[in-house]
T-cell receptor, first 115, second 111 residues
C-alpha cells in the first residue's frame, strides 16, 4: 500500500518563475494538506483541499494556489517565486474528510531552491 | 501560533527510556494531542495520539495528565534510529482540524 508520494523530489528555479508540485495521497485518503518547511523550522500550514475545494488556508499570499483532482491527488502552484520561497514543501493526506481523530500521513517532500 | 511548548533539545542513552514532555495548557475539551517525529530530510512521521486516556502502540506510549494540560511521549528503549525532531501538536479547529507545528524537541540518542 503506497503512502503519500510527491514529485519531483528536488527542484531548482529562478526568481520570478512559476512552479508546480504534485502529490498523490495515501490510498483511501480524501483530504490533502500542504505545508512549507524552512530550514530549522517546523512545517507551516499552507492550505487544505477536500472534495476538490480549498477548505482552509494558512497565512500565505495568493501567489500560492492549489488544486485537487477527482482522484484526490493535488497540486501546489507558486507564482512569481521569491528567494524566500526556498523550502521543503510537504504534502499530507488524511481521512475521512480530515476529521479530528484522523492522523496526517506525510510524504517526504519536494525540496525547492530559488536562485 | 502553536498551542504547545516543548524543550528545544534533549539527549538520551541508547537502550534507555526517552521521556519527551509537552505543555498544552490551553487545550480544549475536544482537542486531541498528536505526536510526530521528523528524521532529517524526511517528512514527519505519525507516532501516536490521544484525547484523555493514556495510549500505547508499537512505537511509543503517551501519558496525558488528568487536567490535560501536559503530556509525555515515552520511547521505552531508545535506539540511535530514534534520533529526530519530535513535534507535539494540538489540532486547532477552523473549519477542519489543522495541525500547527512548533519547532519541536530535537532528541539525540547517543551510544
Amino acid at each position: 500500500d503506497a503512502g503519500v508520494t510527491q514529485s519531483p523530489t528536488h527542484l531548482i528555479k529562478t526568481r520570478g518563475q512559476q512552479v508546480t508540485l504534485r502529490c498523490s495521497p495515501k490510498s483511501g485518503h480524501d483530504t490533502v494538506s500542504w505545508y512549507q518547511q524552512a530550514l530549522g523550522q517546523g512545517p507551516q500550514f499552507i492550505f487544505q483541499y477536500y472534495e476538490e475545494e480549498e477548505r482552509q488556508r494558512g497565512n500565505f499570499p495568493d501567489r500560492f494556489s492549489g488544486h485537487q483532482f477527482p482522484n484526490y491527488s493535488s497540486e501546489l502552484n507558486v507564482n512569481a517565486l521569491l528567494l524566500g520561497d526556498s523550502a521543503l514543501y510537504l504534502c499530507a493526506s488524511s481521512d475521512p474528510g480530515g476529521a479530528n481523530n484522523s492522523p496526517l500521513h506525510f510524504g517526504n517532500g519536494t525540496r525547492l531552491t530559488v536562485t | 501560533d502553536a498551542k504547545t511548548t516543548q524543550p528545544p533539545s534533549m539527549d538520551c542513552a541508547e537502550g534507555r527510556a526517552a521521556n519527551l514532555p509537552c505543555n498544552h495548557s490551553t487545550i480544549s475539551g475536544n482537542e486531541y494531542v498528536y505526536w510526530y517525529r521528523q528524521i532529517h530530510s524526511q517528512g514527519p512521521q505519525y507516532i501516536i495520539h490521544g484525547l484523555k486516556n493514556n495510549e500505547t502502540n508499537e512505537m511509543a506510549s503517551l501519558i496525558i495528565t488528568e487536567d490535560r494540560k501536559s503530556s509525555t511521549l515515552i520511547l521505552p528503549h531508545a535506539t540511535l534510529r530514534d534520533t529526530a525532531v519530535y513535534y507535539c501538536i494540538v489540532r486547532e479547529y477552523g473549519g477542519s482540524y489543522i495541525p500547527t507545528f512548533g519547532r519541536g524537541t530535537s532528541l539525540i540518542v547517543h551510544p
